[in-house]
């Protein structure tokens, strides 16, 4: 069986080592005991920096770590990267490893272990692959979360927040802990639109977010349910601790930026065995109980005295 180097050593290989010598593609032959034998001008500027051949695969990995330069270790460690990396070296015929270097690029390398045991790889530039691949997962993620979003008040919007009130009922289903749906509706707000304009009902929307989300707790949920009616979700609060959160929110109101509002809350507190809607519904019973009322207060469901 002819070796690597008896395959080089032929007359009609000069002109593809010529070619392998001047490509932008680093390219590297380790001999059997992986020691780096052969390397071209692309390799020689990304990897080794004028280190002398023949030299150990760990060797050209401590030589760029220790020179800042070559492959990014980010565990800070490279006795550590190699002991982690080394045992799966040559367990494959053909395999693919991508990383990245110090110097921002993105490179894929093609190892391709041959029958006589020494190691050819290939390295190929996805610098630019990975940056589209970025901006698909940002333009993605911006999608997702505007799809999940209110755009004027940046909360989450009807399908979000029913989402997570459905989320809401599997977490109480597991805990037993209780949960309190309150629906609130800004009062005479086509008034607010019709006195002071658009603009201005616009602006008492994102005040009333803005004030809302000051006084949540992690794990409360608060979103648009449409118009100028909103949905908070209450994990691990009753019927009267919910009365008391929307107090709290009620007496932070005033603000010289926007015009005056006042609004109406209607509280449902979970029943067993409650499917979403029912509890929606029961709150929102409650809050027509509020208009009724007068307006700018709060009901609770009658099933929960």
Not at 40 to 59: I, K, S
Not at 88 to 116: K, N, S, Y
Not at 224 to 234: D, V
Not at 278 to 297: F, I, P, Q
Request: aromatic residues 8%; contains cysteine.
């Amino acid at each position: 069986m002819s070796t690597a180097f008896d395959m080089l050593a032929l007359p009609e290989a000069s002109a593809l080592l010529s070619g392998l010598a001047r490509t932008a593609m680093p390219v590297a032959l380790y001999d059997r005991d992986d020691r780096l034998c052969y390397a071209n001008e692309a390799f020689d500027a990304a990897f080794l920096h004028g280190l002398a051949l023949p030299v150990a695969f760990a060797d050209v990995l401590r030589h760029g770590f220790h020179h800042g330069f070559g492959i990014r270790i980010d565990c800070g460690d490279i006795e550590a990267f190699l002991a982690d990396i080394l045992p799966r070296r040559r367990q494959q015929a053909h395999r693919q490893v991508t990383t990245d270097l110090l110097d921002g690029r993105w490179i894929q390398f093609t190892e391709t272990l041959l029958p006589d045991g020494w190691l050819l790889t290939i390295a190929s530039d996805i610098t630019a692959l990975k940056h589209n691949e970025q901006t698909i997962r940002h333009a993605h993620a911006s999608a997702m979360q505007a799809a999940l979003t209110d755009a004027l008040t940046g909360v989450p919007n009807r399908r979000h927040i029913l989402e997570l009130a459905e989320q809401a009922l599997a977490d109480h289903a597991a805990s037993g802990e209780a949960l309190t749906a309150v629906l609130l509706d800004l009062d005479h707000f086509k008034h607010i639109n019709d006195a002071h304009g658009h603009q201005a009902g616009d602006a008492v929307l994102q005040h009333f977010c803005r004030l809302a989300q000051q006084y949540l707790r992690p794990g409360d949920c608060w979103g648009r349910f449409g118009g100028e009616e909103f949905l908070l979700l209450l994990p691990g609060a009753d019927a009267q601790a919910a009365v008391a959160v929307v107090e709290r929110l009620r007496a932070m109101q005033s603000d010289a930026d926007v015009p005056a509002y006042t609004f109406s809350a209607g509280v449902a507190q979970l029943q067993p065995g409650e499917p979403l809607q029912h509890l929606l519904h029961r709150a929102d019973a409650a809050l027509y109980a509020a208009k009724a009322a007068g307006r700018c207060c709060t009901a609770i469901a009658a099933e929960d005295f």
